[in-house]
C-alpha cells in the first residue's frame, strides 16, 4: 500500500484508475473499472461472477464486493482535495441485501458541495470524517449490497 500512496502521488487520476486494473486484489476479484467522466472523477466498476470469486452458495464472494469498492472514495478524495490533506479510510461497513449473481456494479462519486463541506469541517475542527453511502447493484439495477465508509481527513 506505501507503494501505492506513492504512486498515486505522481499520477494523474486517470492514469492510476488504468493502473488499478493490475492491482492484485481487484485483478484477483475480477473487477474492471471504467472511468466514466475524467473531469468529475467518476469511476463505475464491475465484476462478473466467476469460479475464483463465487462463494459455496453460486453468489459473490462478500470480500470480493468489498474489495471492489474500497479505494474508490478514498482516492477520489484525494485527488480532489489535494496533495494538501491526509485522506484514510477510516471504517467501512457492508450490508448484504441479497444475493449477487452475475455482473455486479457500482458507481463512485464525490460532489463538489461534498468536498466544500469538508473543506469547512476541516477549517472548524482540524479535520474532516465524512460518511458516505455507496450501492453494489445487481444487473436488473437491484441493490445487493450497501456499504457506508467513514473516510479521515486532515491537513
Same mark, same amino acid.
Given at each position: 500500500?506505501?507503494?501505492?500512496?506513492?504512486?498515486?502521488?505522481?499520477?494523474?487520476?486517470?492514469?492510476?484508475?488504468?493502473?488499478? %486494473?493490475?492491482?492484485? $486484489?481487484?485483478?484477483?476479484?475480477? @473487477?474492471?473499472?471504467?472511468?466514466?467522466?475524467?473531469? %468529475?472523477? @467518476?469511476?463505475? +466498476?464491475?465484476?462478473?461472477?466467476?469460479?475464483? =470469486?463465487? =462463494?459455496?452458495?453460486?453468489? %459473490?464472494?462478500?470480500?470480493?464486493?468489498?474489495?471492489?469498492?474500497? $479505494?474508490?472514495? $478514498?482516492?477520489?478524495?484525494?485527488? #480532489?482535495?489535494?496533495? #494538501?490533506?491526509?485522506?484514510? *479510510?477510516? %471504517?467501512?461497513?457492508? &450490508?448484504?441485501? #441479497? $444475493?449477487?449473481?452475475?455482473?455486479?456494479?457500482?458507481?463512485? &462519486? +464525490? *460532489? *463538489?458541495?461534498?468536498?466544500?463541506?469538508?473543506?469547512?469541517?476541516?477549517?472548524?475542527?482540524?479535520?474532516?470524517?465524512?460518511?458516505?453511502?455507496?450501492?453494489?447493484? *445487481? &444487473?436488473? =439495477?437491484?441493490? +445487493?449490497?450497501?456499504?457506508?465508509?467513514?473516510?479521515?481527513?486532515?491537513?
Amino acid at each position: 500500500m506505501i507503494m501505492l500512496t506513492r504512486i498515486k502521488a505522481k499520477l494523474g487520476f486517470s492514469t492510476l484508475m488504468r493502473l488499478l %486494473h493490475f492491482y492484485p $486484489p481487484l485483478m484477483g476479484a475480477g @473487477v474492471r473499472i471504467r472511468i466514466m467522466d475524467p473531469t %468529475h472523477m @467518476v469511476v463505475k +466498476v464491475s465484476m462478473p461472477l466467476r469460479f475464483y =470469486n463465487q =462463494n459455496m452458495f453460486g453468489s %459473490h464472494y462478500g470480500g470480493s464486493i468489498f474489495s471492489m469498492c474500497d $479505494p474508490f472514495v $478514498p482516492l477520489i478524495l484525494f485527488y #480532489k482535495l489535494g496533495k #494538501k490533506y491526509r485522506v484514510r *479510510d477510516k %471504517h467501512t461497513e457492508i &450490508q448484504f441485501l #441479497k $444475493p449477487g449473481r452475475g455482473v455486479i456494479h457500482s458507481t463512485f &462519486q +464525490v *460532489d *463538489d458541495s461534498s468536498v466544500q463541506e469538508i473543506e469547512s469541517n476541516i477549517k472548524k475542527e482540524g479535520k474532516a470524517e465524512p460518511v458516505f453511502v455507496l450501492e453494489v447493484k *445487481d &444487473q436488473e =439495477n437491484e441493490v +445487493v449490497a450497501r456499504i457506508k465508509k467513514t473516510i479521515w481527513i486532515k491537513p
